[in-house]
């Protein structure tokens, strides 16, 4: 069976090419990440260039230069056009260089509860809507957990070897037992 | 969990191409990735296969072009590149067949083509 790869990158390291060559080829990859993720979002609309070009009164040959031009070169107002055709909105997340995965996880947590307590506020003097937003309370907590819970189930962790702890009364113990059978014997 | 692999002969005839042509092998390994990606997101050869930079080949198979290189040096003068691939859902996998230009295509789809008989055996 071949070695299988999670990215073109990894196709690329793997294969006996100068140095200075492969990094060559994979800085123009890594170049268009904003670009490539523009033709993956517009696939997931189920939606062709030509329909995206009608959306925005472009022609389709604009629409293939953005999907392929370098991240650099991608301006805010065509991501602003290309994410209002897609029906989505855009949000601009700028985070301290080099922050953990971990630390991650916790401001994405922490963003969950501040929308939470948003819906708290807004369904606040509305019977209905602070039962509704309970129920979500409950939905949101079952979820994660289960989510959460799948991620750790996909680790295989073996598991620990017993630790066998021996004190000195039992030491003394078991030579007193060896010293018996040895006087048996 | 979609992977990439590549099939035997691929790496070398790879090797070959970039010596000559960097610039369209580089568009094209770009143009690839996004192809991956949408493989990834929307696990939907189909949609895939609708990009703009996709040319329909036998047996399933399909070529991606270098649309979107650089010209640096001559204008107009970029190799027409085709990367061949064949993407199936059975195990998620995208297979690596081969590159080559307009020169060698007859020949690069007849071997492309018989590469992808046998992986239909295999899977």
């Given at each position: 069976m071949s070695k299988r790869y999670g990215s073109v990158?990894?196709?690329?390291?793997?294969?006996?090419?100068?140095?200075?060559?492969k990094k060559r080829q994979a800085d123009y990859i890594k170049a268009r990440q904003l670009s490539r993720l523009l033709t993956v979002m517009r696939s997931q609309k189920n939606m062709s260039q030509k329909q995206a070009a009608e959306k925005l009164g472009w022609s389709q040959g604009r629409i293939s230069k953005l999907?392929?031009?370098?991240?650099?070169?991608?301006?805010?107002?065509?991501?602003?056009?290309?994410?209002?055709?897609?029906?989505?909105?855009?949000?601009?997340?700028?985070l301290p260089r080099g922050m953990k995965i971990v630390d991650r996880i916790k401001i994405y947590a922490l963003e969950m509860v501040k929308l939470l307590q948003r819906l708290v506020k807004l369904s606040k003097g509305d019977d209905g809507m602070e039962q509704a937003v309970h129920r979500f309370h409950d939905e949101c907590l079952?979820?994660?957990?289960?989510?959460?819970?799948?991620?750790?189930?996909?680790?295989?962790?073996?598991?620990?070897?017993?630790?066998?702890v021996i004190g000195p009364s039992q030491v003394g113990q078991m030579i007193e037992e060896e010293d018996a059978d040895l006087a048996h014997a | 969990?979609?992977?990439?692999?590549?099939?035997?002969?691929?790496?070398?005839?790879?090797?070959?191409?970039?010596?000559?042509?960097?610039?369209?092998?580089?568009?094209?390994?770009?143009?690839?990735?996004?192809?991956?990606e949408v493989l990834k997101e929307t696990n939907n050869v189909q949609m895939a296969n609708q990009q703009?930079?996709?040319?329909?080949?036998?047996?399933?198979?399909?070529?991606?072009?270098?649309?979107?290189?650089?010209?640096?040096?001559?204008?107009?003068?970029?190799?027409?590149?085709?990367?061949?691939?064949?993407?199936t859902v059975v195990n998620q996998t995208l297979y690596l067949l081969g590159i080559g230009d307009k020169d060698?295509?007859?020949?690069?789809?007849?071997?492309?083509?018989?590469?992808?008989?046998?992986?239909?055996?295999?899977?």
């Open positions: 990158v990894d196709v690329l390291q793997s294969m006996e090419l100068p140095a200075d060559q999907e392929t031009k370098e991240d650099r070169a991608v301006s805010v107002g065509d991501l602003l056009d290309y994410s209002n055709a897609l029906d989505l909105e855009m949000s601009i997340v700028f079952n979820n994660l957990i289960s989510l959460v819970g799948d991620s750790q189930k996909s680790m295989c962790i073996k598991p620990r070897k017993e630790l066998t | 969990m979609w992977g990439i692999e590549q099939y035997t002969g691929f790496e070398n005839q790879y090797k070959k191409f970039v010596k000559k042509h960097e610039n369209e092998a580089s568009a094209t390994l770009s143009n690839l990735q996004t192809y991956f703009p930079f996709i040319h329909p080949e036998p047996e399933g198979m399909v070529a991606i072009d270098q649309r979107g290189a650089k010209i640096e040096k001559k204008p107009g003068k970029l190799k027409a590149t085709r990367l061949y691939v064949y993407a060698s295509q007859k020949q690069d789809i007849e071997t492309c083509r018989s590469k992808v008989k046998r992986i239909k055996k295999e899977v």
